[in-house]
């Protein structure tokens, strides 16, 4: 009888140190729940991070492209013309004499110099908008009275190119300018 007491008490010993298949099975959902939540976790603020420079990359591309192209309506001396994604004004600034924003692609430009009064023979040009992140679209449209004042309207697109959801983002802007009458 001894040597059975002895017996039980050695090996509720061992069954107490160690874990149950319950206990075991219980253990590793907890953790596999737990890995699974931080790794969803992680995901988002990575992608969410991803999306906030999307978003940033945009608002600053569209935000430069119409200051910039506010700004060089408003100190044209006139419109040499304009189509419904082509402006040609005329500069007092002989560099800077004809001033053209265009659309080539998706890249939004600016040219100037050559002295012509159609806008062709362009001496400099440039982008407006960065190349291959975004895409850009313009329209123009007169605004002008007749012997009063000369207005143009342009609406500005710039979108994310991205075939990915969270890497998508579009913004419009409209702003009508007057060319300053007082140069």
């Not at 874990?19 to 596999?32: D, K, N, P, S």
């Not at 700004?71 to 994604?85: C, V």
Request: glycine fraction near 6%; charge should be neutral; proline fraction near 1%.
């Amino acid at each position: 009888m001894k040597n059975t007491k002895t017996f039980y008490l050695e090996r509720k010993k061992i069954t107490e140190e160690g874990f149950t298949l319950i206990e075991l099975i219980l253990y590793l959902g907890l953790i596999a729940i737990l890995l699974s939540g931080i790794i969803f976790f992680t995901w988002n603020v990575i992608l969410g991070g991803t999306k906030s420079n999307i978003q940033l990359l945009v608002n600053q591309n569209i935000r430069f492209a119409s200051k910039r192209i506010s700004y060089e309506i408003r100190n044209a001396l006139s419109i040499n013309s304009l189509s419904a994604n082509e402006l040609c004004l005329a500069s007092s600034d002989t560099v800077r004499n004809p001033t053209r924003i265009y659309t080539n692609g998706n890249d939004l430009r600016i040219a100037w110099g050559g002295g012509s009064t159609n806008c062709t023979g362009m001496t400099t040009d440039q982008l407006l908008t960065s190349s291959g992140l975004v895409s850009s679209d313009i329209s123009f449209n007169d605004r002008s009275t007749i012997g009063t004042s000369q207005n143009v309207e342009y609406t500005l697109t710039v979108s994310s190119n991205s075939d990915r959801q969270e890497w998508q983002h579009s913004r419009v802007y409209t702003e009508t300018v007057e060319i300053r009458t007082d140069q």
